[in-house]
């Protein structure tokens, strides 16, 4: 790969390989785009200086076979359009069906895969860089342009991009994209989908506030096409947070990928994606078999999968209802969360995108990370190709032998490694230039010192890294090469990112030496080669092998340092050598220009310089590295002819005057000589001066104007252009600066070159971002036509010159800077500050001027109306002219005030006294005509303006009768599509809403939309009616004289004119007096009626002239009655004049017509397109108010309704139950435990005592679910209240809307807030909470619309107060109850009998004393503690010992509250202080009955269930009968029955 080529090389003959390799439809649509040649010739960057270099404007392509040159044309411009394939003729004659009514001429996803299929791996980099800067979707894994072939993941493009975000953790993070880990979320297709996948993740990442247009859909031009190429395509993008958590759309960096096509066909790619993605979303069309087995194949090989139902709603046949079972069971036999399963048969995509948006939300905190590094392994084990080949990993090892042991510290290795940039080098470089300016006086001190410095110099020895680094880029496999130095750049970046981060954020002057890159690498090999010119040895004795790898560098695209800014010095030796072996390559003919292009403090030189020319500059942002860098660019053959060359050199500077670091005389010094010299050698020096705050730039100011002045005198002469990428005054004080010192040439002449060109940036750094305009790619594009029109010029007005020439004038310029023979000194600015001062004065002045006419022009159309109301209370009427006449009159006025302050300003900074008046003096008359100018300038255009805003102020008082319906009509349309929406759940396109209003656009009157009036040439249709007439009236052959505007000052008559009997000498004054009275009035009269003609403001008709030619002959036959003759000549001549004159006027009317029906035209299109756009967005306004009224309607006051209103059925149905019998059962905690044991008693149930020995809980529960359960499937008889509290709640609800409403007024608040206090308002009402979780999402941020919103909100509530009642009519006879319902009355009956949660520590009986409040526990009967699982000491017998008998024995207790120390039962309130166990009476065992009677029966059973052996129960305990238990707990909870 070369930059330099003498012809563009043939690509050899078309293959024909390829079809019968590839299908037919990838051929043809590979011929279309002329990439048929991939296996000969694949696109490289060669390639693209061919495509960018000639382009000067954004040409539309002709054909296909442009496209895909329009892509990187674009591209390189970053304009977001360049996926666009629209063109003048589409493809029909290519065999692929294309849709009619569209310029688009193939879906672009296949320009793209087309574009990646046939380029080679340095320029895919490129491509991806600029995409990902444009915010769109790039290739990760492109399907195979052949069958048989595998098909490649694409890791090398992403290598050297960056990415940079913020994070609330840990700040700002710079981070390579292709190491980075983050989490990684893919988005799948399975099936046809009515729902655009693509459509709904640009929601996704837009965010609410954001458009977004990452991925193409079916909505973008072509998007609807057929796909060829890109089907089985997977793109990627990032998603990187900002730190504002409004604005971001996830909570940290994410990485979106997204397969193109049916997954079902591309298992490699689905696979993937599932075992590299923390989350796979599943838009799925259908649930049918083999769906299904897909489905639970993916969720086996993916961490979480979101299932997106997108299928049709079956409505037939009991389909529907099979099809949700079906949908229900997979989601089980999948194991997803209710959360994960969005419903989309609506096909209401931003509905989706928000749901997808939440539970994305909420699951990336706990995603694992992913990176591309580890996806492009997984490729490999699934037998995908990695593009990364055996070349490019050989070139890694060389790179990592070339780094060994930087890991110990860039400043380490810089000086162990890289010694020659150090101090010496700069210490003898300004010693030199000391010696040569003569700066010191003791010339033996000065012999001495530069002899130690050059014995230090000598004592060099190549180091290991640059031995290294010289041997791989003296490789002869130039792949290899270029794989080298890419990877050193790579590697560089990614070792250093957290101090490039640093620097972007503090940008020190201690950051500059701890950064290294490929430039200091190559600058070392350069002062290698200069410290061999200045002593050689064995170590470097193949040093001449250097200019040749360095000319071969340079020709394939690395740019050659020509002068190193650190050290302030030009390497002669190296450049000039590297100069020569290039210009023996080149052709013996060769000529060249040079353009060179200044870059301050944070200019994006490098990336103005790409996007003109597609070159490669080093980028200060990513490094501190200062200096001045060439490339040599072989120019196309369009260019050539226009500049006169073969070849541009183009010179880059980086660096100057860097801010953030103290900038001594000496930095400036050294700054200004580097601009100087780069700005001698070039034919064209570009300014560029960064966005910077005001105030911080003089010095680049400073700089500019000093190598201006420094330059000015040269024999080769350089022209200045300024450049601005933001919006400072540097720009413009420049372009003035360079019309005071452009001598020689007036000032029209010096104004075309202090032309500024403003360049806004559309990224505000180099790294992932957002989406962009076009205003940038349109700014670089004519700044480049200016820099060539400079250069075609110069080859108007001079030769250029050979590369020889060039290498001469460069050493001598070197001298003349190293020895300071300039016009000032350098540092110098005793002359420039004066200089840039008045120009400053002169640009802030015309700001001020152009500002405040701005704002004078801007408030034309109320000032119209003040003076016509006032000259109307004075019963004056004001026409439009007279309007026009006071206007210009006031503009004048106001142009010429601020004109004298302009002078005066310039004059008081002249007299200041540090101010040397002998240097600003000879500008001083510049100066005053320049604000002449400029006044002259600004009164053209506002008078323009004037015109036009009283013309558009006549017709808008005409037209608002007319705009007024227009608006209530579209306000009509709106309510009805709104409507429409709600009514279908419809979801109206953008297209679909241009149509509708297009539809109401064309009821306006037809004389209202046309203005046109067709453009004639008066003067010719008047001669040929002249001629008409002459031959009517017999003058066929005399010849008609037309008069041109210089000779209608009157018509004189001439002796010629007479007949010879009528000049007789007597009478021959006479008669020409008589004869040119008449002349008169027939002007006179004749002009009359042309003015009564133009007084009706018309077109000109043929009608008007015939009517004039009559006049001039009635007028004849009159002057024929006089006695004398006149020849046919002044008939002739008399009708020509009268025409001519005639004609005049009726052109100038026309043309005012004209250019009046033109800005009518221009009114009317603007307001048509206004209230296009604005009809669009009140739309979408209107209809997310809608749908935030329905939202919150449905899932915040509905379900409040709903509780409210049955609440009221919940207590009476409770109060039913607990009537009659149930009354004293649930009456208090105490009863009810009574109630449990004597039903577990009567029931005779082991299973039933179990279960409420292990958890008296639930088994309360579980009765109390029974007993409801039982109740509710009986009769129950309650009053209906639902329409009374409805009917409450509702008029709750409609008062908190009013209330918020009255609040509101006056106040810019969003929805969200709205509601809050409608909720808060709702709240204060009654015993009521509202759910508000929903009114975090977007939908709720609008800010505008209160009253459409409050009228949609009332609306809703109206629709669900009349939805509830219809329900109620429907169930009259049976109230339909909530399926919550049950479940709320076993909370309130549970919380009425629970009691005291507390147990027994020993036999786990609950406490009986819940009914009032207590701090000491007591249970009313303890049970033997064998039937909770109790065993006897040291045995595995069950216990049949009770609490009240341990407490009056011997017995000892021992668990963990005694720390394994055994206690006397006696003793227990020393750990249970809050527990009282009543001792067991021998007189009085009553109580005890009930458990001894339950443990006699079921002791076995118990025993078997604890796997241990039965009690040793006592013989008396087995004579216990039922009713005797039944009496003893009686007796024992103190019931009375």
Known sequence: MSLHRTTIPDPGPRTTEIVSETDREKHILLQMLDLHREKVSPLDLTTLLYITTPSTE????????????????????????????????????????????????????????????????????????????????????????????????????????????????????????????????????????????????????????????????????????????????????????????????????????????????????????????????????????????????????????????????????????????????????????????????????????????????????????????????????????????????????????????????????????????????????????????????????????????????????????????????????????????????????????????????????????????????????????????????????????????????????????????????????????????????LPKSSRMRVLTILGFHNSKNAEVLSAMFGVNFPKWGRRHIKGAYMLLLTLPDNLRMEMDCEFLMLIGTEGLNRQGAPQSERGLVHDSELATFVSGLSDVTLVNFPNELEGETRGNLQIAVNALLCTKDFERKTTFLVASEGEGMDGKVMSYVIDLLATGQSLEESKKIGISHNLTSPWTNNFVTTQNDRSYSDAVLGLKQSLLAMFHEKATKGQPTCLGSFMEHMCNLWESVKNENVAIKFGDTRTADPIIGLCATLAQGKKQLTDQMDSWVQGLDYHITDLKESASQYGETLNSDGIVRILKEEATLKINTEGDNMRTSLWEYIRQKDIDIAHVDKYRAMLLNKVGLIQEQLKADVFTKIESATIQHSLKIETQPLFTALESALEVKISSLLQTCKNTDQVIQNKELEREFVSVWENLPSHMRDFRLETQEILVRMAEKLKENLSYRGLKKQNVKLWNANQLNGFTVRNAHFALNSKMKKTLKYNKDVAQRFTNNLVEDCDRRVSDKLSHNEGYSDTYMRELLATVDKGLEVLKMEPFNLKPKYEVEIKGYICSKAAKSFQEMQDSVIRENEMKERFLSETKDKHRKNFIDQFRKREQCQKAAEAFTNQCLKPTAEDFIYSSLEQQIFDDMLQKKNAQLYSSPKKFHYGLLRDMLLKHSFENFHEYLQSRDNFSRKTIENFITKHLSGSVMIEDRRVQRMQQIFEWMKKSIVQASENSRGEQRSIRQLLEEICINLESLGKITVPTQIMERSLFDLTTHHDHFLANLQESVSDLSASIAHEFMENEEVIEVPDDLPKKLQDMLYERVKGCDKCCPFCKAPCDMGETEHKVHQAVVHRPKGLVCYTNANSTTLSHSTCSADIVGQNQFQNRHTKGMSLPFKEYQSIYPDWNISPEDPRNIGPALYWRYVFMRFNSRFANKYQCAPAMLPEAWGKITQMEALQSLKEAFEITE
């Open 58 to 585: 954004d040409e539309f392509p002709q054909d296909p076979t442009e496209l895909s040159n329009a892509f990187l044309r674009r591209l390189w411009l970053y304009n977001p359009q360049a996926r666009n394939t629209g063109c003048k003729n589409v493809a029909g004659a290519y065999g692929l069906n294309v849709e009619e009514n569209t310029q688009c001429a193939i879906n672009p996803l296949d320009l793209v895969a087309a574009v990646y299929m046939t380029t080679n791996s340095f320029l895919r980099r490129e491509i991806t860089y600029r995409m990902l800067q444009c915010n769109l979707a790039v290739p990760l894994y492109l399907p195979p342009v052949y069958p048989e072939k595998k098909g490649t993941v694409l890791l090398c493009p992403f290598r050297d991009v960056l990415g940079q975000w913020k994070s609330p953790s840990e700040g700002c993070n710079m981070k390579n994209m292709a190491n980075s880990r983050m989490p990684f979320l893919s988005a799948v297709r399975l099936g046809y989908c009515s729902v655009s996948k693509s459509r709904v993740l640009n929601h996704v990442l837009g965010g609410p506030h954001e458009r977004n247009q990452c991925f193409v859909n079916s909505d973008m031009e072509g998007g609807q096409l057929p796909r060829v190429l890109s089907d089985g395509m997977v793109e990627v993008c990032w998603n990187l947070t900002s730190g504002d958590n409004r604005d971001s759309v996830f909570p940290c960096p994410v990485l979106v990928a997204n397969l193109r096509g049916d997954a079902a066909n591309y298992d490699k790619q689905t696979s993937l994606l599932c075992y590299t993605s923390a989350v796979l979303v599943v838009f799925c069309g259908s649930f049918g078999a083999m769906e299904q087995e897909l489905l639970a194949l993916w969720r086996d090989s993916t961490s979480h999968m979101i299932l997106i139902d997108c299928s049709t709603p079956m409505e037939e046949d009991g389909q529907g209802d099979y099809t949700e079972k079906v949908k229900q069971r997979l989601v089980k036999d999948l194991e997803l969360p209710d959360e994960m399963l969005i419903s989309g048969c609506d096909g209401h995509e931003e509905r989706i995108a928000d749901s997808l948006r939440d539970v994305l939300n909420h699951l990336i905190p706990h995603l694992h990370t992913a990176n591309l590094v580890g996806t492009a392994g997984m490729a490999n084990d699934l037998n995908m190709n990695v593009d990364e080949d055996h070349i490019c990993r050989m070139a890694f090892r060389e790179v990592e032998e070339v780094l060994s042991g930087i890991e110990d510290g860039v400043s380490t290795f810089l000086e162990n490694q890289l010694p020659l940039q150090g101090a010496v080098w700069k210490q003898l470089c300004q010693l030199e230039k000391n010696e040569g300016r003569r700066q010191l006086h003791t010339t033996q001190g000065l012999t001495e010192e530069k002899e130690v410095l050059i014995k230090h110099l000598l004592d060099y020895k190549l180091t290991t890294a640059m031995r290294a680094f010289m041997g791989a880029l003296c490789t002869f496999d130039t792949t290899q090469r270029a794989f080298f130095l890419s990877w050193m750049k790579v590697k560089l970046e990614v070792m250093q990112l957290d101090k490039l981060s640093q620097l972007r954020e503090t940008d020190g002057e201690e950051m500059q030496e701890h950064c290294i890159g490929l430039e200091h690498f190559l600058r070392e090999m350069g002062l290698v080669y200069e410290r061999y010119f200045r002593g050689p040895n064995s170590d470097l004795y193949d040093m001449f092998r250097l200019p040749y790898v360095g000319a071969e560098l340079l020709l394939y695209g690395v740019p050659l340092e020509l002068y190193d800014g650190d050290a302030s010095a030009f390497p002669f030796n190296w450049v000039y050598s590297v100069l020569y072996e290039v210009h023996k390559q």
